[in-house]
């Protein structure tokens, strides 16, 4: 059983650090995500060697891995807090439940984002085509979005991994390489036109992104803060 942890400052902005800080350490110390840490370098060193070009490893990477890993993550924001018996502690601070909630969901993206940003820089090291501010704010902003996404799943059902697998695979693998407007409601759309990538449209060929890179942006911003 986890001790109980030490008392956070008084100050509602500090204490939302002190909690954001507290769980991403332990999710950081964690064998796991020393693991994975390490798998996701090896794999981005190998990826010239298997045929892969710089823009597919990214793509990989932002539109499938970070959905992934954030419903593993995303979805156990709360559940971690009943397992460690610390919910009730959390929620006793003098410090706004919504302002305790977002600091859980940065301490689950950020771990994540973490373990994205190394085969990120590697992969990007190799090319000249894709801004590295563009993809490594992209990954940022799909690490939070779809962490705060599982997170609010995960409160309202009992079986949350489940529907956001059903979710990736139907909405955002399949409606995203329709061709016409269906498109720019995914987030993985807005998130390759974030990052510079053309929209891999499937059977239809490439396309560029729906929106621009300015509205794609706002949009995704304003999801996260949502």
Not at 24 to 32: P, V
Not at 58 to 71: E, G, K, Q, S, T
Not at 114 to 142: E, T
Request: hydrophobic residues 50%; charged residues 10%.
């Amino acid at each position: 059983r986890m001790k109980t942890p030490p008392k956070p400052s008084q100050n509602p902005w500090r204490s939302a650090i002190f909690w954001a800080t507290l769980h991403s350490s332990r999710t950081i110390k964690r064998r796991s995500w020393l693991l994975w840490c390490m798998a996701g370098i090896i794999w981005s060193l190998t990826q010239k060697t298997m045929g892969s070009t710089a823009t597919d490893s990214i793509r990989h990477l932002l539109v499938h891995f970070i959905p992934l890993a954030a419903l593993f993550y995303g979805t156990s924001v709360i559940r971690e807090e009943v397992e460690d018996q610390t919910l009730t502690y959390s929620f006793s601070r003098p410090v706004p439940r919504q302002l305790i909630y977002a600091a859980r969901l940065v301490a689950a993206a950020l771990p994540l984002l973490l373990l994205v940003v190394p085969p990120l820089l590697v992969i990007l090291g190799r090319q000249s085509v894709l801004s590295v501010p563009a993809v490594l704010g992209a990954g940022a902003l799909s690490s939070l979005l779809f962490c705060g996404l599982f997170g609010v799943l995960g409160q309202l059902s009992r079986r949350p991994a489940w529907l956001g697998l059903v979710y990736l695979l139907i909405w955002e693998a399949g409606v995203s390489k329709l061709p016409g407007f269906l498109g720019q409601f995914t987030l993985t759309t807005q998130i390759e036109t974030l990052a510079g990538i053309k929209v891999n449209r499937a059977i239809f060929g490439v396309m560029e992104g729906l929106l621009t890179v300015p509205q794609a942006l706002g949009l995704l911003i304003a999801l996260t803060i949502l």
